[in-house]
Structure formats: C-alpha cells, structure tokens
C-alpha cells in the first residue's frame, strides 16, 4: 500500500492537477463510466463529531475507494488541528486489497475549487471579467485563487456576513494583481461569474441581485437544510450539477425541488456539457447554476493523482498490508 500523508499533498498536487482529474472524472460520470455510492453521514454522539463517507468506483480511471472523515467542532481549540479531518483509501478494482492511504484535508479544497472552475470554463460567458465571491472563509480563498488561475478576470468584488474576513478575499485577489471590492449584496450585478462558498441554512444571493449572462457556482451546500440562494433565482436558471441525486438532497437544489419550484429533470450533470451531450449555455443572456454538491469521485480522482505524482517524485511511503 502507498501512503501519501498529507505533509506532502501541497508540493505534489497542483490545482491544475485536480482540474484535470475533477473534469476528467465529471466527463466519465456522465457517459455512465462512473459512479458516486450513496453517502454516509453520521452525528457520532461523541465530542459533537459528524463523520461520514463518500465512495465511488471510476471504471475509467480505474479508482475505487472512499473519502472517510468528517467534522469535529472543537479539534483547532481543544487539539490546534482544523475541524474538517479526512481520509482517501483507494483499492485495487481487481482484486479488493487497498492500494493507497492518502490524506485528504487540502485534497478536499483542491478538489472543491477544482469543480467550480470547471464549471465556469465550461458554463461562464467568454468575455466575463468580474468575479463576485460570496463567503470569504478556508474554502473561499482556494475557490478565488483557482478561479483566478483559470480566466482572465479583471476585478473580484466580494460579500461575507462577516465583514471582517473580507481581506481573505482582497489578498488572494492581491497575489493576482487584481483590484478588490466589498460589495452589498445587491453590487452583484456587476459580476458576470459568482462563487457562493458559505455554511449558510438561508438564502442570501436572490434573483434580483444577479444580472443576465451570470454564471453561479454554488459550493457551500453539502448537506440537508443549508441554503445560500434564493428558490426564484435557482428556477431563473439553466441548472447544472455534479451529481443530481445529490443536488435534489444535500445540494442547493434541495428546497427548490421541495417546494416544487424545480423537478430533477431540470437539472444536467455538469458532464453532460463537458462531453458535448449538452450544449451547456447557449446565449449572453442566460444565467447558468452549478449546484457543486462535493462526490466522492472527485477525491478518488485527486487522490489517484496524488498517488502516482509522489510515486514520480519519489515522496511514496510503500508498506505492506
Ligand atoms: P468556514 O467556516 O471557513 O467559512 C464559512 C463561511 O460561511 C464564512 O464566509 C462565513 O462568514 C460564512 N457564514 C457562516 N454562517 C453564515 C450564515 N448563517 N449565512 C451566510 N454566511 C455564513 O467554512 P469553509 O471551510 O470555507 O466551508 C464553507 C462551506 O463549504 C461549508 O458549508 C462546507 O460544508 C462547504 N463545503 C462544500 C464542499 C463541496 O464539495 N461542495 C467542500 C468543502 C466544504
């Protein structure tokens, strides 16, 4: 078995590396080559942990496992660790012995902001220049940067609840050159693309303050109940997800399906565009959604990628099991 710790995942997995796994994998989700296991998420009735698993067998690329972990509420005060600990185990698809052990905490940011910037390469107006940021904590700065890596955007404007974490925003925004704004909810307009990354369980974005053209990408729901848009703004969209069954359950989805707003029908895998089965968007005008709910393939997939760059690079601890 390779053990890749996550002491290593910074120096070996770049975020050009989880784009390309993230859309390689998206891509072979909707061609049918591969797919998410139900997901298991548990209040463990000790220290207020949830733990959970996310799985899925990737035929394409040959990756099976499981992302095991979750939240634990007081591990930065009462242990200085980060609240969010997990764990990427891979196995063999031919004969079931697991094959690698890799840490999966900067993983999981990797490959969060991996999937919102494919979906703006794919869905987002080619002349767009401003980016709006909605949420300013630990996964927002990963969301901004590798936005800014992938399009030439001009200006990032930005709203948080908590003011005070805007210079999150405005020093991602810095390392690019770029200016940066703090906004009202309703200076949105003026962005052409909007990355929603909060813990939010309200709507906050509503229909009227996103202009026509937008692309949203929507990554902060993960779990029933959570909510950062507004139903009116979720029907005015051409809905794309990673994964529907998800987006109908834990995504943001949810309460528009709910509430009948939506059906699934509705919404397309972000594949589907990926892979050219749908035409994605198809005028200026149109606002398009990215429901970026999290599947376990896109761990799997990074993880995959991490496993063979630290055996490039001689950084694999091998041991047998
Ligand atoms: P964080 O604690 O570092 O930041 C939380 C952010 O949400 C901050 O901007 C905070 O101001 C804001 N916020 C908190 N309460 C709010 C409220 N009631 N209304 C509006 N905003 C509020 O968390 P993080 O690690 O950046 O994670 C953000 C979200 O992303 C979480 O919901 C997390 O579960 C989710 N997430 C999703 C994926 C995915 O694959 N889709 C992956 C990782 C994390």
């Known amino acids: 078995m390779i053990i890749v710790p996550e002491s290593e995942i910074a120096s070996l997995v770049t975020p050009e590396a989880a784009f ?8 072979a989700m909707a061609r049918g080559d591969a797919y998410n296991f139900p997901v298991i998420r548990e209040a463990i009735g000790h220290v207020d942990a949830l733990y959970g698993f996310k799985g899925g067998f990737d035929k394409a690329g040959m990756a099976l496992g499981l992302k095991a972990g979750g939240y634990w509420p007081n591990n930065l005060e009462s242990h200085n660790i980060i609240n969010h600990q997990s764990t990427v185990f891979l196995f063999d698809p031919d004969t079931g012995r697991v094959s690698a052990m890799v840490g999966g905490n900067l993983l999981t940011a990797l490959r969060t902001a991996a999937a919102s910037s494919v979906s703006i390469k794919h869905l987002a107006r080619e002349d767009a220049k401003v980016i709006g940021m909605i949420g300013a904590g630990h996964q927002a700065k990963f969301q901004l940067r590798t936005a800014l890596e992938h399009r030439n955007f001009e200006k ?17 925004a810095k390392e690019a050159g770029l200016p940066f704004e703090a906004v009202e909810l309703d200076g949105m307009k003026e962005a052409d693309v909007i990355i929603t990354i909060t813990s939010s369980f309200d709507a906050t974005l509503i229909a009227d303050h996103v202009s026509p053209g937008t692309h949203l990408a929507c990554m902060g729901t993960d779990t029933v109940g959570k909510q950062e848009v507004g139903v009116d703004l979720i029907e005015k969209a051409t809905l794309f997800t990673d994964e529907v069954a998800q987006s109908i359950s834990i995504g943001e989805c949810q309460h528009a399906i709910k509430s009948g707003a939506i059906k699934k029908n509705d919404i397309t895998p972000l594949g589907a565009a990926i892979n050219g089965d749908h035409k994605g968007r ?29 055996i490039a690079q001689g950084k694999a601890i091998d041991v047998d099991v």
């Open 282 to 310: 198809t005028s200026a005008d149109e606002i398009t959604l990215f429901d970026g709910t999290g599947v376990g393939l896109q761990d799997l997939a990074c993880a995959a990628a991490a496993v063979e760059l630290a």
């Open 20 to 27: 390309d796994a993230v859309e390689n994998v998206f891509a």
């Open 156 to 172: 990032v404007i930005g709203w948080n609840l908590h003011p005070e974490m805007l210079p999150n925003l405005e020093e991602v």
